[in-house]
């Protein structure tokens, strides 16, 4: 046996050497931390400093020492985020996963983002591509400096490429991709539906909420009533069963921004809260960094959170101004229908006849070969790949393809004194149009759109695909700063955004609907913050995480008055379904059973309604949730008018309809969690923070996804948190007095699972905690020099 335990030491000392290797081959794709190190092109010292979760403070002489340091720093902790960014928007991932991925490369090579990053480059002003430049070198020496690869490259077995200046642009188009990302299926949807239902019920369909109203302007709209001619052939009968027959009540799940002046601040300070709602992965997508630096005003210093793979603050403060965004949801794309000739290669523009240009796009592809794909383009836009009416194509005229669409102007928020000069910059800055919401030291606030505006002329109908091809219907250029729409020192002292209709009248008009919300968020913002005279940085904190479900108020009322009925419950055993309803249905709680069943019942109701129409747009190659379309508000006015005219075919009565979605509902619940008393809102609605690898290394999901949990919030509440997307930051800070303020993020500032701070703001993002905006006590300390 001697022999056997001298094998089986071996095999043990084995094990032990490799754990041994792979974990020390780990450690030294750490970020440095502490001592110091040479940073290429620095013109002065720098000083890089963390607190115990990771939160950096970088000490410079300029702004280019503090971009190239900001570089360094995002590449050690974040690289590999920052490549899947990049490679994302410029339809690459191909070559670093492989053919798996070649289906999503082959629609975002549809945009040629690198061909556009390029040119948007080319146009910079002189200090943004400094700013750039500086940022780039400070990447691929932090790159550089690690002692071995980051560990996701190492699974993959491949090798990081070097950051160019384009990258950086990829990943601000990545936002694009992000926050503007129907891409001109919500317009072709929307153009199905209009030439499938008569002119009044398609107005119904598409009208904007009036029971959930919180424009900033105070601008109403009026509801439409339900028409009085029975319901179309396409909402009553199912011809095509509905594959995906998902509602959406916008077309963001959204965030929320909102502020009060002087008059209501503690102290007659002015206070921002901003908590920007994105899908949640691991890690976060957000690094927190406070930023010191002199010119020739004098010092500077802001804080807040940085985008990895971009130089500039997102939101945050320089002390005497406080910004944040969320997205505006407005149209900032048009489908327009082109007119080709008989072979397809040109188009009608103008009066004249053009051709259609011919990119060829070559798609590497890890471990086979190289794909063409093949992209038309106009001169309005590409050419998309939804099928059109014969001898026709759809384009996408979008923003984002523009110059104007792309610049690192933001950076000028950065140094804006004040509400006037930050609102002036907002219409020159090329990024993905955002509610700007800011306050001043001063106690002043304000609202506007930042980003390019396009100034539409001769368009009748910006909802569906239009023809362009007479000339009468184009963008003339860009508004300017005096044209778009602001709201400054609102004589309420109070503001708020939440993805809903901001505004009415012209302004509306120049802002479009991207596909609205509701506006019930909104308008429980907006209560909340009217509900007293004073809030401080905590009261705000408050209204964050606010998760009374007042949205589903009148859902409860109607399925306890009208459909829940004695004799219905009884015939159905439904007394312990009714219970949890009347029990716990009044706020998204975690251990909620009565929330979920509730809001089930919703969405069943609401996709029974809506089933045809779903189906009629799956056979065309659409979906239900592409289109602009509110389905609440229609739907609620449906069941409310109960005719029998109007009901969907396979229903005799509404209260059919009704009770079914309580059966259907309850039964898909009981068949997921077994129990009712299992199906709580937080088994249903669980964070859901996994790395980009862990799927496909199953085995290491518990070392590399955050920590997970039942959440509260849901969509239509301030504290939005729905099924793998919710609030990717909270901030609240009041400039001046940025020592008083708030900011966590999920996760934690590192990429790296063996990094300190990997997980470092979690537990408290999900406890609904505060964190001191500022970075706490310097626990690591790091000096780079020339």
């Given at each position: 046996m001697t022999w056997l335990k001298r094998i089986l030491g071996g095999l043990v000392l084995l094990v032990a050497v490799l754990a041994l290797a792979i974990w020390l081959t780990l450690r030294g794709s750490l970020a440095q931390l502490d001592g110091e190190r040479v940073l290429p092109a620095l013109s002065a010292p720098v000083e890089a400093q963390r607190d115990a979760r990771g939160y950096l403070t970088i000490t410079a002489e300029n702004r280019l020492d503090v971009a190239r340091t900001l570089g360094f720093v995002h590449a050690q902790e974040r690289f590999f985020q920052m490549d899947l960014m990049r490679r994302n928007a410029a339809g690459e991932l191909s070559a670093l996963v492989g053919a798996k991925a070649l289906p999503l490369d082959q629609s975002r090579r549809t945009h040629r983002f690198r061909h556009r990053a390029e040119l948007a480059i080319a146009g910079l002003a002189a200090d943004e591509r400094a700013l750039l430049e500086a940022y780039v070198s400070g990447v691929n020496a932090g790159l550089g400096a690690l002692g071995a690869r980051p560990p996701e490259y190492l699974l993959l077995r491949q090798?990081?490429?070097?950051?160019?200046?384009?990258?950086?642009?990829?990943?601000?188009?990545?936002?694009?991709?992000?926050?503007?990302?129907?891409?001109?299926?919500?317009?072709?949807?929307?153009?199905?539906?209009?030439?499938?239902?008569?002119?009044?019920?398609?107005?119904?369909?598409?009208q904007h909420s009036a029971d959930w109203q919180a424009a900033l302007d105070d601008s109403r709209v009026t509801a439409l009533p339900l028409p009085e001619s029975p319901l179309p052939d396409a909402l009553r009968a199912t011809r095509t069963a509905c594959r995906d027959c998902s509602l959406r009540d916008a077309r963001d799940i959204g965030s929320n921004n909102f502020a009060v002046s002087a008059a209501h601040g503690s102290e007659k300070r002015a206070i921002v809260a901003d908590d920007m709602h994105l899908g949640l992965r691991s890690p976060g997508t957000w690094f927190k960094a406070r930023m010191r630096w002199k010119d020739a005003a004098g010092s500077r210093d802001v804080a807040g959170v940085t985008l990895p793979g971009a130089p500039l603050l997102v939101v945050g403060s320089n002390g005497r101004v406080a910004w944040g965004f969320?997205?505006?949801?407005?149209d900032w794309a048009d489908v327009v229908r082109l007119k080709l000739n008989a072979a397809g290669t040109h188009y009608q523009a103008g009066g004249t006849e053009k051709p259609l240009q011919r990119v060829v796009e070559r798609i590497e592809v890890a471990g086979a070969a190289a794909v063409d794909h093949v992209v038309l383009e106009s001169e309005w836009g590409p050419v998309l790949p939804q099928k059109a009416p014969a001898g026709q194509a759809y384009v996408l005229r979008w923003v984002a393809h523009d110059r104007e669409g792309m610049n690192l102007r933001l950076m000028h928020m950065e140094t804006a004194?004040?509400?006037?000069?930050?609102?002036?910059?907002?219409?020159?800055?090329?990024?993905?149009?955002?509610?700007?919401?800011?306050?001043?030291?001063?106690?002043?606030?304000?609202?506007?759109?930042?980003?390019?505006?396009?100034?539409?002329?001769?368009e009748e109908d910006m909802d569906r695909p239009q023809d362009w091809s007479d000339g009468r219907a184009r963008w003339q250029g860009y508004l300017t700063a005096a044209e778009q729409p602001r709201v400054v020192d609102p004589a309420d002292g109070r503001l708020w955004t939440a993805n809903a209709r901001m505004v009415g009248g012209a302004a509306l008009k120049l802002l479009g609907n991207g596909g609205y919300d509701v506006g019930a968020r909104g308008q429980q913002i907006r209560d909340a913050l009217q509900a007293q005279d004073r809030f401080d940085e905590a009261g705000l904190h408050a209204i964050q995480l606010d998760h009374r479900a007042l949205f589903l108020k009148r859902w409860r009322q109607l399925l306890l008055t009208q459909v829940l009925t004695p004799e219905f419950v009884a015939a159905n055993g439904l007394a312990d379904y009714r219970a949890e309803v009347e029990k716990s249905a009044e706020a998204a709680r975690p251990d909620a059973v009565g929330y979920l069943l509730l809001r089930s019942f919703r969405m069943q109701a609401l996709k029974s309604i809506f089933a045809p129409l779903s189906g009629l747009l799956e056979a065309q190659g659409a979906k239900l949730s592409d289109l602009k379309m509110v389905p609440e508000t229609p739907g609620w006015a449906l069941i409310q008018a109960a005719r029998p005219d109007t009901l969907p075919a396979g229903f005799k009565t509404w209260s059919e309809l009704l009770q079914r979605a309580v059966l259907d509902s309850r039964k898909e619940l009981l068949d997921k969690y077994g129990s009712l008393a299992a199906a709580t809102w937080g088994a249903d609605n669980a964070t859901s923070m996994r790395h980009p690898l862990s799927a496909a290394v199953p085995v290491l999901g518990a070392w590399l996804d955050q920590a997970s949990q039942g959440m509260s919030g849901d969509s239509h509440m301030p504290r939005v948190h729905n099924h793998g997307h919710g609030q990717s930051e909270r901030m609240v800070v009041a400039p001046g007095h940025e020592e008083r303020g708030i900011l966590v993020i999920p996760g934690?500032?590192?990429?790296?699972?063996?990094?300190?701070?990997?997980?470092?703001?979690?537990?408290?993002?999900?406890?609904?905690?505060?964190?001191?905006f500022l970075p706490a006590e310097t626990k690591y300390r790091l000096a780079l020099r020339p």
């Amino acid at each position: 046996m001697t022999w056997l335990k001298r094998i089986l030491g071996g095999l043990v000392l084995l094990v032990a050497v490799l754990a041994l290797a792979i974990w020390l081959t780990l450690r030294g794709s750490l970020a440095q931390l502490d001592g110091e190190r040479v940073l290429p092109a620095l013109s002065a010292p720098v000083e890089a400093q963390r607190d115990a979760r990771g939160y950096l403070t970088i000490t410079a002489e300029n702004r280019l020492d503090v971009a190239r340091t900001l570089g360094f720093v995002h590449a050690q902790e974040r690289f590999f985020q920052m490549d899947l960014m990049r490679r994302n928007a410029a339809g690459e991932l191909s070559a670093l996963v492989g053919a798996k991925a070649l289906p999503l490369d082959q629609s975002r090579r549809t945009h040629r983002f690198r061909h556009r990053a390029e040119l948007a480059i080319a146009g910079l002003a002189a200090d943004e591509r400094a700013l750039l430049e500086a940022y780039v070198s400070g990447v691929n020496a932090g790159l550089g400096a690690l002692g071995a690869r980051p560990p996701e490259y190492l699974l993959l077995r491949q090798q990081p490429q070097p950051w160019v200046a384009a990258d950086t642009v990829l990943v601000a188009y990545g936002m694009y991709l992000d926050l503007q990302g129907a891409q001109g299926r919500d317009d072709i949807a929307t153009g199905l539906l209009h030439d499938a239902v008569p002119a009044d019920w398609y107005a119904f369909l598409t009208q904007h909420s009036a029971d959930w109203q919180a424009a900033l302007d105070d601008s109403r709209v009026t509801a439409l009533p339900l028409p009085e001619s029975p319901l179309p052939d396409a909402l009553r009968a199912t011809r095509t069963a509905c594959r995906d027959c998902s509602l959406r009540d916008a077309r963001d799940i959204g965030s929320n921004n909102f502020a009060v002046s002087a008059a209501h601040g503690s102290e007659k300070r002015a206070i921002v809260a901003d908590d920007m709602h994105l899908g949640l992965r691991s890690p976060g997508t957000w690094f927190k960094a406070r930023m010191r630096w002199k010119d020739a005003a004098g010092s500077r210093d802001v804080a807040g959170v940085t985008l990895p793979g971009a130089p500039l603050l997102v939101v945050g403060s320089n002390g005497r101004v406080a910004w944040g965004f969320t997205n505006t949801t407005s149209d900032w794309a048009d489908v327009v229908r082109l007119k080709l000739n008989a072979a397809g290669t040109h188009y009608q523009a103008g009066g004249t006849e053009k051709p259609l240009q011919r990119v060829v796009e070559r798609i590497e592809v890890a471990g086979a070969a190289a794909v063409d794909h093949v992209v038309l383009e106009s001169e309005w836009g590409p050419v998309l790949p939804q099928k059109a009416p014969a001898g026709q194509a759809y384009v996408l005229r979008w923003v984002a393809h523009d110059r104007e669409g792309m610049n690192l102007r933001l950076m000028h928020m950065e140094t804006a004194a004040d509400v006037d000069e930050a609102v002036q910059l907002a219409a020159g800055a090329g990024m993905p149009a955002q509610n700007l919401v800011v306050a001043d030291a001063g106690g002043r606030i304000a609202w506007t759109v930042i980003g390019a505006m396009p100034r539409r002329v001769g368009e009748e109908d910006m909802d569906r695909p239009q023809d362009w091809s007479d000339g009468r219907a184009r963008w003339q250029g860009y508004l300017t700063a005096a044209e778009q729409p602001r709201v400054v020192d609102p004589a309420d002292g109070r503001l708020w955004t939440a993805n809903a209709r901001m505004v009415g009248g012209a302004a509306l008009k120049l802002l479009g609907n991207g596909g609205y919300d509701v506006g019930a968020r909104g308008q429980q913002i907006r209560d909340a913050l009217q509900a007293q005279d004073r809030f401080d940085e905590a009261g705000l904190h408050a209204i964050q995480l606010d998760h009374r479900a007042l949205f589903l108020k009148r859902w409860r009322q109607l399925l306890l008055t009208q459909v829940l009925t004695p004799e219905f419950v009884a015939a159905n055993g439904l007394a312990d379904y009714r219970a949890e309803v009347e029990k716990s249905a009044e706020a998204a709680r975690p251990d909620a059973v009565g929330y979920l069943l509730l809001r089930s019942f919703r969405m069943q109701a609401l996709k029974s309604i809506f089933a045809p129409l779903s189906g009629l747009l799956e056979a065309q190659g659409a979906k239900l949730s592409d289109l602009k379309m509110v389905p609440e508000t229609p739907g609620w006015a449906l069941i409310q008018a109960a005719r029998p005219d109007t009901l969907p075919a396979g229903f005799k009565t509404w209260s059919e309809l009704l009770q079914r979605a309580v059966l259907d509902s309850r039964k898909e619940l009981l068949d997921k969690y077994g129990s009712l008393a299992a199906a709580t809102w937080g088994a249903d609605n669980a964070t859901s923070m996994r790395h980009p690898l862990s799927a496909a290394v199953p085995v290491l999901g518990a070392w590399l996804d955050q920590a997970s949990q039942g959440m509260s919030g849901d969509s239509h509440m301030p504290r939005v948190h729905n099924h793998g997307h919710g609030q990717s930051e909270r901030m609240v800070v009041a400039p001046g007095h940025e020592e008083r303020g708030i900011l966590v993020i999920p996760g934690g500032q590192s990429g790296h699972p063996l990094s300190p701070f990997y997980r470092g703001d979690h537990a408290a993002w999900l406890a609904g905690e505060p964190l001191p905006f500022l970075p706490a006590e310097t626990k690591y300390r790091l000096a780079l020099r020339p």
